[in-house]
Protein backbone atom coordinates (compact mmCIF):
# COMPACT_ATOMS: atom_id res chain seq x y z
CA UNK A 1 0.00 0.00 0.00
CA UNK A 2 1.03 3.64 -0.11
CA UNK A 3 0.11 7.25 -1.82
CA UNK A 4 -0.45 7.51 -5.49
CA UNK A 5 2.96 6.73 -7.52
CA UNK A 6 4.80 5.17 -4.57
CA UNK A 7 5.75 2.04 -6.92
CA UNK A 8 2.81 -0.12 -5.70
CA UNK A 9 2.18 -1.96 -8.66
CA UNK A 10 5.53 -2.07 -10.23
CA UNK A 11 6.91 -3.70 -7.03
CA UNK A 12 3.47 -6.09 -6.39
CA UNK A 13 4.23 -7.44 -10.15
CA UNK A 14 8.05 -7.95 -9.41
CA UNK A 15 7.33 -9.70 -6.01
CA UNK A 16 4.88 -11.68 -8.17
CA UNK A 17 7.14 -12.82 -10.58
CA UNK A 18 9.82 -13.65 -7.60
CA UNK A 19 7.26 -15.46 -5.98
CA UNK A 20 5.64 -17.03 -8.49
CA UNK A 21 2.14 -15.88 -7.80
CA UNK A 22 -0.28 -13.36 -8.97
CA UNK A 23 0.53 -9.90 -8.60
CA UNK A 24 -3.79 -8.17 -8.53
CA UNK A 25 -4.07 -4.66 -8.35
CA UNK A 26 -6.88 -3.60 -6.74
CA UNK A 27 -7.22 -0.62 -9.47
CA UNK A 28 -7.22 -2.76 -12.03
CA UNK A 29 -10.00 -5.09 -10.61
CA UNK A 30 -11.74 -1.75 -9.60
CA UNK A 31 -11.64 -0.60 -13.48
CA UNK A 32 -12.97 -4.08 -14.37
CA UNK A 33 -15.99 -4.90 -12.22
CA UNK A 34 -17.00 -1.36 -13.02
CA UNK A 35 -16.50 -1.29 -16.77
CA UNK A 36 -14.79 2.21 -16.49
CA UNK A 37 -11.56 4.31 -15.60
CA UNK A 38 -11.26 5.69 -11.92
CA UNK A 39 -11.21 8.72 -13.13
CA UNK A 40 -14.66 8.43 -15.26
CA UNK A 41 -16.19 6.72 -12.23
CA UNK A 42 -15.63 9.79 -9.64
CA UNK A 43 -16.64 11.80 -12.40
CA UNK A 44 -19.63 10.45 -13.16
CA UNK A 45 -20.74 9.31 -9.04
CA UNK A 46 -18.46 11.02 -7.09
CA UNK A 47 -15.62 10.41 -4.85
CA UNK A 48 -18.27 8.52 -1.67
CA UNK A 49 -20.14 6.47 -4.37
CA UNK A 50 -16.07 4.96 -5.66
CA UNK A 51 -14.73 4.99 -1.67
CA UNK A 52 -18.16 2.35 -1.57
CA UNK A 53 -16.99 0.62 -4.68
CA UNK A 54 -13.45 0.54 -3.23
CA UNK A 55 -14.55 -0.91 -0.56
CA UNK A 56 -16.36 -3.47 -1.93
CA UNK A 57 -13.74 -4.53 -4.10
CA UNK A 58 -11.02 -4.63 -1.43
CA UNK A 59 -13.42 -7.28 0.26
CA UNK A 60 -13.51 -9.56 -2.60
CA UNK A 61 -9.73 -9.13 -2.73
CA UNK A 62 -8.89 -9.83 0.62
CA UNK A 63 -10.71 -13.46 0.42
CA UNK A 64 -8.19 -14.60 -2.05
CA UNK A 65 -5.69 -17.34 -0.97
CA UNK A 66 -2.93 -16.30 -2.71
CA UNK A 67 -0.84 -13.18 -4.66
CA UNK A 68 0.39 -10.39 -4.17
CA UNK A 69 -1.95 -7.36 -3.55
CA UNK A 70 -1.62 -3.11 -5.08
CA UNK A 71 -4.42 -1.58 -3.29
CA UNK A 72 -5.43 1.67 -3.74
CA UNK A 73 -3.93 4.72 -2.50
CA UNK A 74 -6.86 6.13 -0.10
CA UNK A 75 -8.10 2.57 0.78
CA UNK A 76 -6.74 3.52 4.30
CA UNK A 77 -9.19 6.40 4.61
CA UNK A 78 -12.19 4.43 5.60
CA UNK A 79 -11.54 2.61 9.00
CA UNK A 80 -13.92 -0.42 7.39
CA UNK A 81 -10.90 -0.99 5.15
CA UNK A 82 -8.60 -0.88 7.98
CA UNK A 83 -9.99 -3.39 10.02
CA UNK A 84 -10.40 -5.64 7.15
CA UNK A 85 -7.01 -5.40 5.98
CA UNK A 86 -6.12 -5.71 9.81
CA UNK A 87 -8.21 -9.01 9.99
CA UNK A 88 -7.09 -10.44 7.19
CA UNK A 89 -3.47 -10.95 9.16
CA UNK A 90 -1.39 -10.17 5.39
CA UNK A 91 1.61 -8.65 5.74
CA UNK A 92 1.52 -4.83 5.40
CA UNK A 93 4.23 -3.47 3.07
CA UNK A 94 3.79 0.74 3.13
CA UNK A 95 5.66 2.20 0.00
CA UNK A 96 6.54 5.51 0.45
CA UNK A 97 8.09 8.52 -1.35
CA UNK A 98 8.06 12.14 -0.97
CA UNK A 99 6.11 14.75 -2.31
CA UNK A 100 8.50 15.87 -4.88
CA UNK A 101 9.33 12.26 -5.55
CA UNK A 102 5.41 11.80 -6.00
CA UNK A 103 5.05 14.62 -8.25
CA UNK A 104 7.95 13.95 -10.92
CA UNK A 105 6.35 10.43 -11.02
CA UNK A 106 2.58 11.55 -11.42
CA UNK A 107 4.17 13.63 -14.10
CA UNK A 108 5.52 11.53 -15.70
CA UNK A 109 3.51 8.54 -16.15
CA UNK A 110 0.40 9.23 -19.32
CA UNK A 111 -1.94 7.01 -17.13
CA UNK A 112 -1.96 9.83 -14.51
CA UNK A 113 -5.08 11.95 -15.58
CA UNK A 114 -7.06 8.74 -16.41
CA UNK A 115 -6.35 6.99 -13.40
CA UNK A 116 -5.88 9.47 -10.90
CA UNK A 117 -8.07 11.93 -11.00
CA UNK A 118 -7.49 15.07 -8.42
CA UNK A 119 -9.24 14.50 -4.96
CA UNK A 120 -9.45 17.98 -4.05
CA UNK A 121 -10.93 19.97 -7.47
CA UNK A 122 -7.43 21.07 -8.64
CA UNK A 123 -5.10 19.05 -9.79
CA UNK A 124 -3.30 16.07 -8.86
CA UNK A 125 0.23 17.91 -8.16
CA UNK A 126 -1.26 20.63 -5.83
CA UNK A 127 -3.11 17.92 -3.38
CA UNK A 128 0.10 15.78 -2.62
CA UNK A 129 1.33 17.08 0.00
CA UNK A 130 -1.86 17.23 2.12
CA UNK A 131 -2.56 14.01 1.23
CA UNK A 132 0.82 12.50 2.40
CA UNK A 133 0.16 14.07 5.98
CA UNK A 134 -3.27 13.20 6.06
CA UNK A 135 -3.12 9.65 5.38
CA UNK A 136 0.42 8.84 7.14
CA UNK A 137 -1.08 8.13 10.48
CA UNK A 138 -3.41 5.73 8.41
CA UNK A 139 -0.80 3.74 6.30
CA UNK A 140 1.15 3.72 9.33
CA UNK A 141 -1.50 1.56 11.30
CA UNK A 142 -2.05 -0.26 8.86
CA UNK A 143 1.53 -1.30 7.74
CA UNK A 144 3.97 -3.90 9.08
CA UNK A 145 7.00 -2.63 7.55
CA UNK A 146 7.58 0.05 5.82
CA UNK A 147 10.21 1.10 2.56
CA UNK A 148 10.92 4.64 0.86
CA UNK A 149 10.82 4.04 -3.08
CA UNK A 150 12.51 7.34 -3.53
CA UNK A 151 15.73 6.45 -5.39
CA UNK A 152 16.23 2.89 -5.48
CA UNK A 153 15.73 0.49 -8.02
CA UNK A 154 13.23 -2.41 -8.07
CA UNK A 155 15.39 -4.96 -7.54
CA UNK A 156 16.64 -3.39 -4.38
CA UNK A 157 13.09 -2.82 -3.29
CA UNK A 158 12.22 -6.59 -3.88
CA UNK A 159 14.98 -7.44 -2.08
CA UNK A 160 14.04 -6.14 0.73
CA UNK A 161 10.98 -6.72 1.08
CA UNK A 162 11.56 -10.66 0.29
CA UNK A 163 14.17 -10.44 3.16
CA UNK A 164 11.62 -8.95 5.54
CA UNK A 165 8.79 -11.49 4.83
CA UNK A 166 11.17 -14.30 5.16
CA UNK A 167 11.60 -13.16 8.73
CA UNK A 168 8.07 -11.96 9.28
CA UNK A 169 6.66 -15.35 8.40
CA UNK A 170 9.18 -17.13 10.53
CA UNK A 171 7.95 -15.11 13.53
CA UNK A 172 4.55 -15.60 12.47
CA UNK A 173 4.49 -19.58 12.24
CA UNK A 174 6.90 -19.23 15.61
CA UNK A 175 4.49 -17.28 17.98
CA UNK A 176 1.23 -17.86 15.90
CA UNK A 177 1.40 -13.60 15.41
CA UNK A 178 0.72 -12.14 12.44
CA UNK A 179 1.29 -8.76 13.35
CA UNK A 180 5.23 -9.46 13.86
CA UNK A 181 7.35 -7.47 11.88
CA UNK A 182 9.70 -4.80 11.70
CA UNK A 183 9.81 -1.09 10.15
CA UNK A 184 12.20 0.20 7.91
Excluded at 89 to 104: K, N, S
Aim: proline share 4%.
Amino acid sequence: MGYRASGKTTIAQSLSDQFDCPAIDADDVFEQMYSCSIGEFIENQGEMSFRDAETVVLKQLLRLSDGVLSTGGGIVLREENRRMIEAAGLPVVWLMAPADEIRRRLASDITTARRRPPLDGKDVYSEVDQALVDREPFYRSVAHFRVDTKGATVPAIVEKIAGWLAAWEGAASRSGDTSAGANS
